[in-house]
């Protein structure tokens, strides 16, 4: 039963996109991932719009102070399991913005962060990539949990 | 005795009942998936099972295994009857759609009023859901939901009542038999017009993209959905799923003839007596029928979504009150009208 359940996981990770006061670059990046050059549904990622539906959270941005509370509440209204993916390095370590007065250089002060896409903008491929990566890695937390090797 | 009621019980949990209306919508859902995704020049889903056909399986499991929140401002005891009921009551009205044979494994004298009230009775526990989680998206979504379900009821409605008044039946069995001896209702004149509001009408009863204004991701988040997660919310994408399915077999049932294969041509008698003449070969030959029309619906229904952008709340209310409710009353009045002047028009049975 619970490997039907880990199975069920790896293969329907559905994104929720939120945008931290990024350029927007990754967010048309990330799209574009979705549209039918690389399409993300081949894995089952469905773009989903409330909180309450999704499993991934797809943030771009580097976290403006105005933001910065928002994303925690976003994250907090996501079901458990819930993962964070970031997209762009502006949301990696700040980016072009690290520095600024007014911004947290990073989600990963906010959040917990499981996997990071670099690039300025992240290229299409690079996110799906990320997703595949994610999703590895689901696997691998699955079997050691269940002490597998 | 005990054997029948066995069987009856086997009937309504498994075969044509609970399980295969579930499995079937699975079914149905990966077909609109990848049609849709095709239309798009996408690939859809693709590495769960062959072709992704487990996608929807795996969706549902995920969604029942992931946590369950309710919101504290919700009301709680609503928050969680009406994603079952809104469950139960498609699954329901699906025992009187002949799937398996010519009767449903329900039936009664005049059902389809029945099923008919259970459609409205879903509509119903949408906008109660969408009341009952207290959130202003989910408000908003439930009062755009009750003007467009309430809207599109009356043609919906009007044109499941037309192949009726011509088989001069209100029982479902009595209209598939009667499209057995006259052919299918959507050869027959006003009956065609009718088939076409029905499936115009089903978009917005099921919230599919050109109609899909309760949910309208770019204004209301998901709608009246926007707090339900976990199990709640997969009984809810379940209940939509059953919907799509009822509706698809209402309109076979109701407009393509049911059950009914190649076998009611003439000159193909000797094929219908074989068929009808062996439970086993009956019944599978039957469901595949059933299953190719279906299918058929859906795919259609699929089309008009990927063509269709969505319609602003006016277009959409003037479309229900404006267009299709005078339209379904005319081929009411016509229907009426032909089989009182004409009658051999309709022939009797
Ligand atoms: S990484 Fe670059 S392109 Fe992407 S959001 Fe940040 S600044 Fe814009």
Sequence with gaps: MSKLVDWARRSSPWLLHFNSGSCNGCDIEILAALMPRFDLERFG?????????ADVLVCTGPVTRQQAPRLRRIYEQMPEPKFVMVVGTCGSTGGVFRGCYNNAEGIDNVIPVDVYVPGCPARPE?????????????????KQARGEK | MVLDIFLGILQIVLFPGIVFCIGLTFLLEWIDRKYYADLQNRMGPLY?????????????????AKEDITPKAADRKMFTATPLFSVVVPLLALLFIPIANITGVL????????????TTIVAILIILAGYSSMNRYSSIGAARAGLQLMGYEIPLTLAALTPAMIARSLTITEIVQYQ????MSILLFPSMIAFGVFI????????????????????????????????KYAFFRLSNNLELLLGAGLAVTLFLGGPYGIEKLPGLTALDLVI???IVLSTVWY????LIKTAIVVLVITNLRALFSRYRIDQMVRGAWRYLTPLMIGVTAITMLLSAVAPGLYPVV
């Design chain 2, 276 to 278: 009808q003449g062996n």
């Design chain 2, 200 to 231: 115009i009408t089903l978009l917005p009863e099921l919230e599919k993209i050109p109609m899909d204004i309760p949910e309208a991701e770019t204004e209301l988040v998901a709608g009246w959905q926007t707090e339900f997660s976990g199990k």
């Design chain 1, 126 to 142: 690079a996110i799906a990539l990320g997703a595949v990566k994610l999703l590895e890695k689901l696997k691998n937390a699955q």
């Design chain 2, 287 to 290: 469901t595949v029928w059933f």
């Design chain 2, 107 to 118: 039936s009664f004298q005049g059902d389809l009023i029945f099923i008919l009230f259970l």
């Design chain 2, 48 to 64: 769960v099972g062959w072709r992704g056909i487990l996608q929807p399986f795996a969706d549902f499991i995920k969604l029942m």
């Design chain 1, 45 to 53: 990622a469905l773009l989903k719009g409330s909180p309450r539906h």
């Design chain 2, 180 to 183: 057995a001896v006259a052919g």
